[in-house]
């Protein structure tokens, strides 16, 4: 499969950002948007949610909560993304049903995503694979854990951490299906709009 864009949201979002991602999901190519919101509280996260995943949603892109299988649930996103020290997957899996996404973070370790995908997961993340400054990762990932990955798994993989327009080519390279972004679009220096449309030529040129 080709190599997609997988969007995450800022930490901490104002009211103009759902117009704003309405524009930058407009602007190319993008798989899936992951609603990650760790700056606001619960009750605000419940009042964001709604419109954020209507957003993607209308526009065709698989709108993942982060953390919370219940909230993934309740407002009706297509799934949930868990981290080591979130909800374990079985936990989310039976929350959110067999159809409903459960993505895993595995952070640098081969074994963890091999259990992960035996448990039935639909996607692992690996990462980080550069520094960033979205969140203190606890792992720095080789680039190498997507090669082997991908050559011997059918799961897919999402390389996250640090990635830009001018960094990613060698992790699409490498055999990641989706590249997750947070700062690489929000804080692009010419607007997040300039970023999708870059990384849609810089995916639709590698997958050509």
Known sequence: MACELYLLTPPRIDAGFPALLERTLDAGRVAA??????????????????RLIAIAQG???TAIV?????????????GVHVGQEDTPYEEARATLGRTAIVGVTCHDSRDLAMKAGEKGADYVAFGAFYPTATKSPKATAPIEILEWWSEIFEI????????????????IAAGADYIAVSSGVWQHPSGPQAAVEAFTRLLSSRSA
Not at 33 to 50: D, G, W
Not at 156 to 171: D, K, Q, R, S, Y
């Open 33 to 50: 948007l992951q609603i990650r919101l760790k700056e606001h509280s619960e009750a605000e996260v419940r009042s964001l949610l709604p």
């Open 156 to 171: 897919p993989c999402v390389a996250i951490g640090g990635i830009t327009t001018e960094n990613a080519a060698p992790l």
């Open 59 to 61: 526009r065709g892109v």
């Open 66 to 78: 982060n953390d919370s299988p219940g909230l993934a649930r309740e407002f009706g996103a297509d």
